[in-house]
């Protein structure tokens, strides 16, 4: 009777094994968003680090130009200031010149008082010459700061001048830039649609051969046997045609173009767990090398070839029929840049 409950336990079912699998698909997916996130954020630094070196040095040589002209501001202010004093002792200076030299006039006080007079006299006069020197020095300072601060005031407006250019310039290459992005991406779709309307009368109207989207589509078993990465024995007039195609394509596309054919191999989500293909991504990847090689060996260039393995992760029937099983193991021809 104590051994009736363990049993009970033993006979439930364990959910870690999927949980694990659904953790790890999930994982993967992530990895995958944050690889491709990281490649856009790659190209998108290089696109603007150049213009983002041609400001920084330009906001600098503003600073620094800025700087300068308020050190030469300020320095004119307290020679102003100082010119004020001086010239607020000169008019001091002046009036009591004025007034000793009425009391001279008038013959106030006797000749000892004149003569002291006469020194002070004097030496107000020589007072008066020294703060007129310093006033001459002063103003002739001034004038040069005045034109030291036009210069400056010069080249700063030459530096935003050449800072609004450069914003033009940058604004101008970049749109120039998105214009010629354009024009290559509406040139390979051009081409991408040549292809496969090429490739469409070719192969002609079949059901294991079709266009999905932006790819060509062939069934898996119009080249492999199930379950195996191995072409069927015999020509492959299908991957002949493709070749031949390839080829037509690859003498209009313009060599600037960097342009590449890629193979993806699919497979349904049933497990193979064999020597050989321990899973399905080994599976899928191994028909899609395959088939780049036959490719290669019919004169297509290998840098214009590009193999990818999905397995079962990238299904277009989500059904569990054997119609949706054959249709999710397929191999895949897409044209895009390289």
Do not use: C
């Amino acid at each position: 009777m104590a051994l009736a409950p363990r049993s009970r336990r033993d006979r439930g079912l364990n959910y870690w094994p999927g949980y694990v699998d659904a953790l790890s698909t999930l994982l993967l997916v992530i990895v995958f968003l944050l690889s491709i996130f990281v490649l856009g954020q790659f190209f998108l630094t290089q696109e603007i680090s150049g213009r983002d070196t041609v400001m920084d040095r330009l906001n600098r040589q503003i600073a620094e130009l800025t700087d300068l002209l308020a050190l030469e501001r300020s320095t004119r202010r307290e020679l102003e200031d100082t010119l004020g004093s001086l010239e607020s002792t000169l008019s001091e200076s002046e009036a009591e010149q004025a007034r000793l030299q009425a009391m001279l006039d008038a013959g106030e006080g006797v000749s000892d008082r004149a003569e002291e007079l006469a020194e002070a006299l004097v030496g107000e006069q020589e007072a008066t010459s020294r703060a007129e020197n310093q006033i001459d020095i002063l103003n002739q300072q001034i004038s040069a700061l005045r034109r030291q601060i036009a210069a400056l005031e010069s080249a700063l407006d030459a530096s935003e001048a050449r800072d609004r250019e450069s914003q033009a310039r940058i604004a101008d290459l970049g749109s120039r830039l998105n214009v010629a992005l354009a024009q290559r991406v509406q040139e390979l779709a051009r081409f991408r649609s040549d292809f496969f309307g090429r490739l469409r009368q070719i192969l002609g109207e079949r059901d294991d051969i079709r266009i999905v989207g932006d790819r060509f589509v062939f069934q898996s078993e119009v080249l492999f046997p199930l379950g195996t990465a191995e072409l069927r024995e015999g020509p492959q007039p299908e991957l002949d045609r493709v070749a031949a195609a390839i080829l037509e394509l690859a003498e209009e596309i313009p060599p600037d173009i960097a342009w590449v054919l890629r193979v993806d191999g699919h497979t349904d989500d049933r497990p193979i767990a064999t020597a050989r293909f321990p899973s399905n991504w080994h599976l899928s990847s191994a028909r899609a090398i395959e088939v780049v090689e036959y490719l290669i060996d019919a004169g297509v260039p290998p840098e214009n070839l590009l193999a990818a393995g999905f397995g079962e992760f990238q299904p277009i029937d989500t059904g569990t029929t054997e119609e949706a099983y054959a249709r999710n193991r397929r191999i895949e021809f897409k044209l895009t840049e390289r």
